[in-house]
């Protein structure tokens, strides 16, 4: 799920873009449909349940993204992202990773050249 939240409740412009950087099968929800759901007789309940839970899914995705640019360094981003993300990470060009940091792409290549030091002074 994605989604610029704030933008579909205000119906206001957002000031982000939301990029697939691959090939990807979307549904798109507008909010005047959403509305429309919500307001049908049959499925009104489910509706409103699915955009709850959207909702909470939302609030945690950016509770859990604030949190980590305020306690995390961005080494401590970067391995995470390691951890989690393998095997898009392989995909995603330098400057896409390094923006979803919050750091430079020169930070995010030190941070690279850091990671893998020790990696080639064990092998040695």
């Known amino acids: 799920m994605a989604s610029a939240y704030k933008s579909f409740l205000t119906r206001q412009p ?12 979307m549904i798109t929800l507008s909010y005047a449909a959403m509305q429309q759901l919500y307001n049908h007789p049959q499925i009104n ?4 349940r699915f955009g709850r839970l959207m909702g909470e899914h939302l609030a945690c ?9 305020i306690t995390q360094s961005p080494e401590e981003r970067y391995l995470q ?3 989690y993300g393998k095997p898009i ?3 995603i060009p330098q400057h ?9 792409p020169v930070s995010l290549s030190r ?3 850091r990671i893998m030091e020790p990696a080639s002074i064990k092998s040695s």
Do not use: P, W
């Not at 309940?45 to 409103?48: C, I, L, S, T």
């Not at 995705?61 to 640019?69: A, F, G, K, P, T």
């Not at 896409?96 to 430079?104: E, F, R």
């Open 111 to 113: 941070i690279r050249k």
């Open 96 to 104: 896409c990773i390094a923006n979803y940091l919050g750091i430079t």
């Open 45 to 48: 309940y489910k509706m409103e």
């Open 81 to 83: 992202l390691l951890e």
């Open 14 to 25: 957002g000031i982000v873009t939301i990029e697939a950087l691959e090939d990807t099968e």
């Open 61 to 69: 995705c950016y509770e859990d993204r604030v949190l980590s640019l």
């Open 89 to 91: 990470i392989q995909t």
